[in-house]
Nanobody, 128 residues
Framework: QVQLVESGGGLVQAGGSLRLSCAAS????????MAWFRQAPGKEREFVAA???????YYTDSVKGRFTISRDNAKDTVYLQMNSLKPEDTAVYYC??????????????????????WGRGTQVTVSS
C-alpha cells in the first residue's frame, strides 16, 4: 500500500508562487506515473499535470508555461512548482499515483479513474 501526503499549500496573492510537494511512503513510487489534480468548490476534480517514470510530462492547457511538475525518485517525492498564480487556480490540490507499468497516451493520464492511490489534498488559495 502507498500513502501520499501533500504539503506546501497556502494563501498567496495573484502573480505569486507556491511549491507543492507529495511525499510517498509504503513503497517506492519511482516506476509509477504521478499526477496532480485539483478540485474547486462545486466543480469536478480536474487534471493539472502528470509525470511518467521516464520523466515525460503533461499539463492541462490552463497551466502550461506557469506550472512545472517534477520528481525526485531518491526521495519518492513529486513536486508542483506553480508560478504566476491566478485566482482561478484556487482549489484543493491532490497528488495521485498510477502503478501500471504500461505506457498509454497522454489523454489516459488525465482521467482520475486510472489512478490507484490518492493523497488527502492541500488547499491553495489565490487572492486577487
Amino acid at each position: 500500500q502507498v500513502q501520499l501526503v501533500e504539503s506546501g499549500g497556502g494563501l498567496v496573492q495573484a502573480g505569486g508562487s507556491l511549491r507543492l510537494s507529495c511525499a510517498a511512503s509504503g513503497r517506492t513510487v519511482s516506476t509509477y506515473t504521478m499526477a496532480w489534480f485539483r478540485q474547486a468548490p462545486g466543480k469536478e476534480r480536474e487534471f493539472v499535470a502528470a509525470i511518467r517514470r521516464s520523466g515525460s510530462t503533461y499539463y492541462t492547457d490552463s497551466v502550461k508555461g506557469r506550472f512545472t511538475i517534477s520528481r525526485d525518485n531518491a526521495k519518492d517525492t513529486v513536486y508542483l512548482q506553480m508560478n504566476s498564480l491566478k485566482p482561478e487556480d484556487t482549489a484543493v490540490y491532490y497528488c495521485a499515483a498510477d502503478r501500471s507499468l504500461a505506457y498509454y497516451s497522454s489523454t489516459y493520464y488525465t482521467q482520475p479513474s486510472v489512478y490507484d492511490y490518492w493523497g488527502r489534498g492541500t488547499q491553495v488559495t489565490v487572492s486577487s
